[in-house]
């Protein structure tokens, strides 16, 4: 089988997304103020869905990330609360596609953590998770919710191994060991029955999950793999690489048989890493560069040449990572077929991206919008473990968002951990972050001192009368009872 070597000449056919354009939100739709993380890991470090945004911070001592209402654009407080139970930097964040106000966490203190965030968003820093899952050896890079099933939960450690959760008993139920090194990406297929994944082993693997059995393997020795992504129901996998002219790259693959890529083609020089998402409702790519300012799009199609290039989003401001709005958050009426969240750390600023196709009627444009897949799971934890697979269960977004989720996420009860000393709880007390709040503490802390003092002297009052007591007992004769 011949690789095919695309040329980069865009050469246009008839499509309904050819005039795709990008469009920047208003400053006052934007988010401002946000520290955002300074660390290098090759993660988003943002995630969104239709009632929050989460952004991974820069904080000291452990880490944090913050959570924001999406109606709450602007400036944010300086002293705007966290989430902040990790001992170590946050490396990874996923929304729950099924519970809005759940969201998972990993780190590099080797724990992966499940949070429930009150409706409207945090009003006080939070420190307690409902779930605390140790399983890794070492720091925990990925994580990703399985997209059909409600309580399953994969994550990606430092120590080569992909661990499954069942999030109904809080407990690890199988591991993945077929990885040489540390694994870069994890894709799932529509129904969540196939698990693609990059390796810094230089490896490209389809993995069928439940047994963790390697179903196709690719050693890419001309691309070099950094990110996977499953196209739907393609039956294909695309990544983004570099290849042996140290150029990037992407390549389609058979996920029947990674022998050899069906099309590889050559995007640029740059150095940064290429993002790659995917939109099975359109079946358009969108391809971004860490550390870039543009955003390029194409159209997957199933006959040559297969990855059509479209048009290029350009920007002036590069950006560190990107969070993705789901379907249901979109904004129908202005044909929104796809909205990024770009996080620009120079500026400390989250720019909303709404990817639009341009249209002049103002009814529902049923073309660009198919039925996608909702909020509601189409399996338990358990049948999915049990060995069922169901396609999502989908929804209309005609008539806008609306119908609530009446799912309630629960959590299995566990025994809650605590830090206490001198019946002070450290982990529920969080520390100061102004100089008044630490002078306010230092002087809280000296009353309690001096309160604890005289406490104490009036009980070693109160034990010597006893002790004198006692004495005057035992001095006192058998005859005189």
């Known amino acids: 089988m011949t690789v095919t070597k695309m040329s980069w000449r865009p050469t246009y056919r008839s499509s309904k997304f050819r005039n795709v354009y990008g469009k920047v939100g208003n400053r006052e739709h934007c988010y401002d103020g946000i520290p955002i993380t300074k660390n290098v890991h090759d ?35 300086s002293h705007y609360p966290k989430v902040c139970g990790h001992q170590g930097n946050v490396l990874d964040i996923k929304w729950n596609p099924f519970f ?27 420190t307690e998770a409902v779930l605390e899952l140790y399983g890794h050896s070492r720091r925990v890079g990925l994580i990703e919710w399985h997209p059909t099933s409600s309580g399953i939960l994969f994550s990606a450690g430092y120590d080569y191994k992909i661990l499954i959760w069942n999030l109904e008993i809080g407990e690890p139920v199988k591991m993945i060991d077929c990885h040489t090194d540390v694994i870069l990406s994890m894709s799932f297929n529509t129904d969540g029955s196939l698990l693609a994944t990059s390796c810094k082993d230089k490896k490209l693997r389809v993995i069928e999950p439940r047994s963790g059995r390697v179903l196709q393997q690719a050693s890419c020795k001309n691309h070099r793999v950094n990110r996977v992504v499953f196209l739907g129901n393609m039956k294909r996998l695309l990544t983004t690489g570099v290849s042996r002219w140290n150029t990037r790259q992407i390549a389609l693959w058979d996920q029947e048989d990674l022998s050899m890529p069906i099309v590889e083609e050559d995007i640029d020089g740059l150095s940064g890493l290429l993002f790659p998402f995917y939109d099975t409702d359109t079946h ?8 870039d300012g543009n955003i390029r799009y194409f159209e997957i199609t199933t006959e040559k040449p297969y990855i059509q290039y479209l048009m290029e989003f350009r920007s002036p401001a590069p950006q560190k990572g990107l969070g993705v709005m789901p379907k249901h958050g979109l904004d129908v009426a202005a044909c929104e077929v796809f909205r990024f969240y770009k996080l620009v750390t120079l500026k400390g ?32 934890a358990s049948e999915w473990l049990s060995g069922i697979d169901r396609d999502p269960v989908l929804m209309s977004l005609k008539d806008g968002y609306h119908r609530p989720n009446q799912l309630v996420f629960k959590a299995p009860v566990k025994e809650k951990k605590s830090v206490v000393v001198n019946g002070i709880d450290l982990l529920e007390n969080v520390p100061p972050r102004t100089e008044n709040e630490l002078l306010r503490m230092f002087f809280r802390q000296q009353d309690e001192l001096r309160r604890l003092k005289e406490e104490l002297t009036t009980k070693d009052v109160r034990i010597r009368q006893l002790e004198l007591e006692l004495n005057n007992l035992k001095n006192v004769s058998p005859t005189n009872v």
């Open 284 to 291: 358009m790519l969108y391809l971004a560069g860490k550390g």
């Open 100 to 126: 809005e106000n759940i969201i998972a966490s990993c780190s590099e203190d080797t724990s992966v953590r499940v949070w429930e965030i009150p409706e409207g968003g945090l009003r006080r820093n939070m």
């Open 349 to 380: 600023l989250i720019e909303p991206i709404s990817m639009i196709v341009p249209r002049r009627s103002d009814t529902y444009q049923e073309d660009i919008y198919p039925m996608t897949a909702g909020t509601e799971p189409a399996l338990s």
């Open 43 to 77: 993660n988003h470090f943002c995630a969104v869905n239709s009632k929050f945004l989460a952004v991974v911070t820069e904080s000291a001592g452990g880490g944090s990330f913050i959570i924001i209402p999406v109606s709450q654009s602007g400036r944010l407080d």
